[in-house]
């Protein structure tokens, strides 16, 4: 049997764990908030209730998956973990701490992924003694429904580590696509600059956010508008990834549109807050 510990129980990491937990792994949910923890078990309930709904899941396989998932503020019960996936904030300071404490408490053995969505892989390994063991993870929202895993490989990852990661995410039932760390790797660095011209789009006036979206899903064919998918992913979260591409890559280029930075201040950061674009009443 494998173990794997997931570090953050946001809405990246209980849909993570949820995953794993799902295809047969022992899985430990990791956060320093015991509230956030029992939100994060009560939304894989209420998650895997639907798959059942759905005929996705059998009820005897539902009580398995939530009998595999177990939870702890402490981050030393990630000692026992074959696999670490990190899910914390899109925070590079918070994201190094982690890793430097995980490199500290687990066996030499264990993989650290991170499942970052724009933070580089190199930079994360170098807070650890263990580079080749370090790789990108990145999973897309929301987890147990979207096939995609982004793997991302730092220049000293470990050939046998990224095959290992690889098939992992297969069992998941996922569709791995291998990257190499760079700003943004691919996902974000395509998908955040045509949010932030959405935006732009809706702060210039030549639209209304309902009317962005319409032209995007009706002409494009995209199934969610730009900025219906950044009310999904966090304002905050997306201005984060904005900054990042900023720093490493063209400061004018990937300049976050100020209609974002005004509305992250506000706190107004899509569905997690109730307000983005769109007001969210559940």
Request: charged share 25%; aromatic share 4%.
């Amino acid at each position: 049997m494998s173990r794997v510990a997931v570090v953050g129980a946001g809405t990246m990491g209980n849909g993570i764990a949820h995953v794993f937990a799902q295809y047969g792994w022992e899985t430990t949910l990791l956060d320093v908030s015991r509230d956030q923890l029992n939100r994060a078990l009560a939304t894989i309930k209420i998650n895997s209730e639907r798959q059942v709904g759905k005929g996705a899941l059998t009820e005897d396989a539902r009580q398995r998956l939530l009998d595999r998932i177990s939870s702890d503020t402490s981050l030393e019960t990630a000692k026992g973990a074959e696999l670490v996936v990190e899910a914390v904030s899109e925070n590079p300071k918070v994201k190094f701490e982690v890793f430097t404490a995980l490199d500290r408490l687990c066996s030499d053995r264990t993989v650290l992924a991170s499942n970052t969505s724009s933070i580089s892989i190199d930079e994360l390994a170098k807070h650890t003694d263990r580079p080749d063991r370090v790789i990108g993870m990145h999973f897309m929202n929301p987890v147990p429904v979207m096939t995609l895993v982004e793997i991302v490989r730092g220049k000293k990852t470990a050939p046998w580590v990224l095959e290992r990661i690889v098939e992992v995410s297969k069992s998941l039932g996922k569709m791995p696509v291998v990257v190499q760390d760079s700003p943004g790797f691919v996902s974000n660095r395509v998908l955040m600059p045509m949010i932030n011209e959405a935006i732009y789009c809706v702060q210039d006036g030549i639209a209304t956010a309902e009317g962005v979206d319409a032209i995007m899903k009706l002409g494009i064919r995209h199934p969610l508008g730009p900025l219906a998918l950044a009310d999904l992913i966090g304002l905050d979260v997306c201005l984060a990834i904005m900054k990042v591409l900023q720093d490493g890559l063209d400061k004018h280029k990937y300049k976050p549109a100020p209609l974002l930075e005004q509305m992250v201040a506000a706190g107004n950061l899509g569905r997690k807050s109730g307000q983005g674009f769109y007001v969210y009443r559940d």
